[in-house]
C-alpha cells in the first residue's frame, strides 16, 4: 500500500510558487494498478519522485507499506566512475538481494558485451538508459513507477526482451504510471486520477478521468 496524507508539494519558479500538491490524500492499494493524467509541466516526474521517496514533500506524511521502484528509467543512484557489474552488486546489496544474480540478469538483460565492465561514464545515453532500465527489472517491487518521460532506447532486441519481462511482471504487481495521453494509460490501468491545480481527482475508471481531463485540456 502506498499512500498519502494531506500532502503538499510547491516550488519557487523565480517569479511565482508552482503549487504541485496541496493538501492531497490517497492510496493505492496492492493490485489496483493507477494511472495519472496531467498535462505537461503540471509536475508529473515531481509527483512519481515523491512516491519513490525521491523528493520529500513540504508538509504532510507518505506511507510506503510495500516494497515500491524507483521510477522506469531513473538515471540516479548510479555512479558514473563504477562499471555496470559494481554498480549492479551495489543496488544488490541495498535493497537486500543476491549481488551474483542482479548482476547476472542485468548483464543478460542489457546486451552491453564488454562495456558491462566499463565505467558508466564511457556509455552513451541509450546504453546508460538500457542499463538501468535492466536493473530495474532484476530487482523485485510490490509497485512499479513509470514515467512517461522515461529515458527510451532504440535497441530493438533490447526492447522486445524488456518489454515482454516487463509485461509479465506487471501481470502480478501493480503498476503507477503517470502520462499526458490517455493511451499510455489504457495499457496499464483501469483507474485513474487526474491532476489539476494541485489537486489529484480520484475516479474508478479511466474513461470518467478521460471526461474531467478533456475538458481541463480543451478548455
Known amino acids: 500500500m502506498l499512500e498519502f496524507i494531506e500532502v503538499s508539494k510547491s516550488f519557487w519558479t523565480g517569479k511565482q510558487r508552482k503549487v504541485i500538491l496541496d493538501r492531497v490524500s490517497f492510496r493505492v492499494e496492492l493490485g489496483n494498478s493507477l494511472g495519472i493524467l496531467a498535462p505537461?509541466?503540471?509536475?508529473?516526474?515531481?509527483?512519481?519522485?515523491m512516491m519513490a521517496g525521491l523528493e520529500k514533500p513540504d508538509e504532510g506524511r507518505i506511507n510506503r507499506a510495500c516494497r515500491i521502484s524507483f521510477p522506469l528509467g531513473f538515471m540516479g543512484g548510479v555512479v558514473s566512475r563504477h562499471t555496470a557489474r559494481e554498480n549492479a552488486r551495489y543496488i544488490a546489496r541495498l535493497y537486500g538481494l543476491d549481488p551474483d544474480y542482479v548482476e547476472a540478469f542485468s548483464r543478460?538483460?542489457?546486451?552491453?558485451?564488454?562495456?558491462?565492465?566499463?565505467?558508466?561514464?564511457?556509455?552513451?545515453?541509450?546504453?546508460?538508459?538500457?542499463f538501468t532500465f535492466s536493473l530495474m527489472l532484476a530487482l523485485d517491487f510490490d509497485i512499479y513507477l513509470i514515467d512517461e518521460g522515461m529515458p527510451s532506447t532504440t535497441?530493438?532486441?533490447?526492447?522486445?526482451?524488456?518489454?515482454a519481462i516487463l509485461r509479465e511482471r506487471l501481470e502480478n504487481t501493480t503498476v503507477i504510471v503517470v502520462s499526458h495521453q490517455p493511451a499510455t494509460l489504457e495499457k496499464f490501468c483501469r483507474s485513474?486520477?487526474?491532476?489539476?491545480?494541485?489537486?489529484?481527482?480520484?475516479?474508478?475508471?479511466?474513461?470518467?478521468?478521460?471526461?474531467?481531463y478533456d475538458y481541463q485540456t480543451q478548455g
Not at 505537461?40 to 519522485?49: A, Q, S, V
Not at 487526474?194 to 475516479?203: K, N, P
Request: proline fraction near 2%.
Open 108 to 130: 543478460w538483460l542489457c546486451g552491453l558485451e564488454e562495456y558491462f565492465d566499463m565505467p558508466l561514464g564511457t556509455y552513451s545515453s541509450g546504453m546508460r538508459s538500457r
Open 192 to 212: 485513474a486520477a487526474v491532476l489539476r491545480d494541485g489537486q489529484l481527482y480520484m475516479f474508478d475508471t479511466l474513461e470518467e478521468a478521460k471526461q474531467l
Open 40 to 49: 505537461n509541466g503540471t509536475g508529473k516526474t515531481t509527483l512519481i519522485n
Open 155 to 163: 535497441d530493438v532486441e533490447f526492447n522486445r526482451k524488456a518489454g
